[in-house]
């Protein structure tokens, strides 16, 4: 960095003009926000969310695809020609029963709001503006899907934020893999001839105990949990069928690899002991943990502390996101930004409020410009050295 030469315009007066471009639409983003959080969809059924997103950047000189990348509640919108390309990613799903309990819908704004900042300067600044709609982050990797599907080829850079109880510019988060079990044996009455059968539900018991017994071995930041679906329907009949969902989280994706192979071996185990037969599925991608890109974040946090937002904590891993399988792919940051001063969490009632309140605002705004100006930084701004290392005063803007 920088990635093209500087344009006419000096560095402060493009990073005020966006900024007052994004502030300009603050009805319109705050508005967006409002209306996908009181119109809550789940993963993969995020119609009303992507087109009112699309809509909005339509009108302001986006070319627009949607459906994208064989999904359809994603969208490609594409603005400006310069030879480095940006990404604004925007997330849109909500929590089965809990609404907007995650701030999807900060998200979202906050990702349109810096693409409509840009809009008016992108060719001047060397910049393609790309704003990706992904659906489907709580549930289905849905940037995983668009990864395979080509959405981010050619992107130099991708970005978004995201709500919290706390301010983490290098937000780290743990790899996630689910498998889905299911144990098939071979019904027998109980009393009357039990030898014949074959216990599907013994079959799943070996197996979580051998599980439980393995917590002791396993690494501090390797998680194991799951429920059972399916272990029999009366209990004068032993059970031929068995079922249950499983996630696993590791620190690394390497560690995700190896925790999934001891984790299907005591799945085999309970097969093993019972004579039974069982079947180990992913009912979908694996999410790969986040990994923050030093030049971009450098430039990120330089840009958080000129817009005033609070000085951001130093955090280990929490939480998964597939924004983790874009930063293995492109240079990626997905900054955190406090909207209940720790009083409440995502994934909780209090958070769906929260994420409408005055704090939730700013930080759309907030989000939406630093963003945007970090998109200016990286094409006209400070050098960012190997570790990420920038002058924040040449970020003042």
């Given at each position: 960095?920088?990635?093209?030469?500087?344009?006419?315009?000096?560095?402060?007066e493009?990073?005020q003009?966006?900024?007052?471009?994004?502030?300009?639409?603050?009805?319109?983003?705050?508005?967006?926000?409002?209306?996908?959080?009181?119109?809550?969809?789940?993963?993969?059924?995020?119609?009303?969310a992507?087109?009112?997103?699309?809509?909005?950047?339509?009108?302001?000189?986006?070319?627009?695809?949607?459906?994208?990348?064989?999904?359809?509640?994603?969208?490609?919108?594409?603005?400006?020609?310069?030879?480095?390309?940006?990404?604004l990613?925007?997330?849109?799903?909500?929590?089965?029963?809990?609404?907007?309990?995650?701030?999807h819908?900060?998200?979202?704004?906050?990702?349109?709001?810096?693409?409509?900042?840009?809009?008016?300067?992108?060719?001047?600044?060397?910049?393609?503006?790309?704003?990706?709609?992904?659906?489907?982050?709580?549930?289905?990797?849905?940037?995983?899907?668009?990864?395979?599907?080509?959405?981010?080829?050619?992107?130099?850079?991708?970005?978004?934020?995201?709500?919290?109880?706390?301010?983490?510019?290098?937000?780290?988060?743990?790899?996630?893999?689910?498998?889905?079990?299911?144990?098939?044996?071979?019904?027998a009455h109980?009393?009357?001839?039990?030898?014949?059968?074959?216990?599907?539900?013994?079959?799943?018991?070996?197996?979580?105990?051998?599980?439980?017994?393995?917590?002791?071995?396993?690494?501090?930041?390797?998680?194991?949990?799951?429920i059972?679906?399916?272990?029999?329907?009366?209990?004068?009949?032993?059970?031929?069928?068995?079922?249950?969902?499983?996630?696993?989280?590791?620190?690394?994706?390497?560690?995700?690899?190896?925790?999934?192979?001891?984790?299907?071996?005591?799945?085999?185990?309970?097969?093993?002991?019972?004579?039974?037969?069982?079947?180990?599925?992913?009912?979908?991608?694996?999410?790969?943990?986040?990994?923050?890109?030093?030049?971009?974040?450098?430039?990120?946090?330089a840009?958080?502390?000129?817009?005033?937002?609070?000085?951001?904590?130093?955090?280990?891993?929490?939480?998964c996101?597939?924004?983790?399988?874009v930063?293995?792919?492109?240079?990626?940051?997905?900054?955190?930004?406090?909207?209940?001063?720790?009083?409440?969490a995502?994934?909780?009632?209090?958070?769906?409020?929260?994420?409408?309140?005055p704090?939730?605002?700013?930080?759309?705004?907030?989000?939406?410009?630093?963003?945007?100006?970090?998109?200016?930084?990286?094409?006209?701004?400070?050098?960012?050295?190997?570790?990420?290392?920038?002058?924040?005063?040449?970020?003042?803007?």
């Open positions: 960095m920088p990635l093209t030469e500087p344009p006419t315009t000096p560095l402060a493009a990073k003009a966006v900024r007052e471009r994004v502030h300009a639409h603050r009805a319109d983003l705050l508005a967006l926000s409002r209306r996908i959080h009181t119109h809550p969809e789940t993963a993969f059924e995020e119609h009303l992507a087109a009112w997103c699309a809509e909005l950047l339509g009108a302001h000189g986006y070319a627009v695809t949607a459906p994208a990348h064989g999904l359809a509640t994603a969208f490609d919108a594409r603005l400006g020609s310069g030879p480095v390309t940006v990404a990613v925007c997330e849109y799903d909500a929590l089965p029963g809990l609404g907007h309990a995650c701030g819908n900060l998200i979202a704004a906050a990702g349109i709001g810096a693409a409509l900042g840009l809009a008016p300067y992108a060719d001047e600044l060397g910049l393609t503006v790309r704003v990706i709609g992904a659906p489907a982050e709580e549930r289905g990797a849905g940037k995983a899907l668009l990864l395979e599907a080509g959405a981010f080829d050619g992107v130099d850079a991708a970005m978004m934020v995201h709500p919290c109880p706390v301010e983490v510019a290098d937000f780290r988060s743990f790899a996630l893999g689910t498998l889905s079990v299911r144990y098939t044996g071979r019904a109980p009393s009357l001839d039990p030898h014949r059968g074959r216990n599907a539900a013994d079959a799943l018991t070996v197996a979580q105990v051998a599980i439980g017994l393995l917590r002791q071995q396993l690494p501090p930041q390797w998680r194991v949990h799951g059972t679906t399916a272990a029999g329907t009366a209990p004068n009949l032993i059970p031929d069928r068995a079922s249950a969902e499983y996630e696993i989280r590791a620190s690394a994706a390497e560690d995700l690899a190896e925790l999934r192979s001891r984790i299907e071996d005591c799945f085999r185990a309970g097969a093993l002991a019972t004579g039974c037969e069982v079947e180990l599925t992913r009912p979908e991608p694996d999410y790969l943990d986040m990994r923050s890109d030093p030049g971009l974040l450098a430039l990120w946090r840009n958080a502390t000129a817009l005033g937002r609070p000085e951001p904590v130093e955090s280990g891993p929490f939480a996101t597939d924004m983790g399988n930063s293995h792919v492109v240079p990626s940051i997905h900054p955190v930004l406090d909207i209940t001063g720790g009083a409440c995502p994934h909780e009632a209090a958070f769906a409020e929260a994420a409408l309140g704090q939730a605002e700013r930080a759309v705004l907030d989000g939406a410009v630093a963003m945007a100006w970090t998109a200016v930084d990286l094409v006209t701004g400070p050098a960012v050295d190997r570790a990420g290392t920038v002058d924040p005063a040449a970020a003042d803007a």
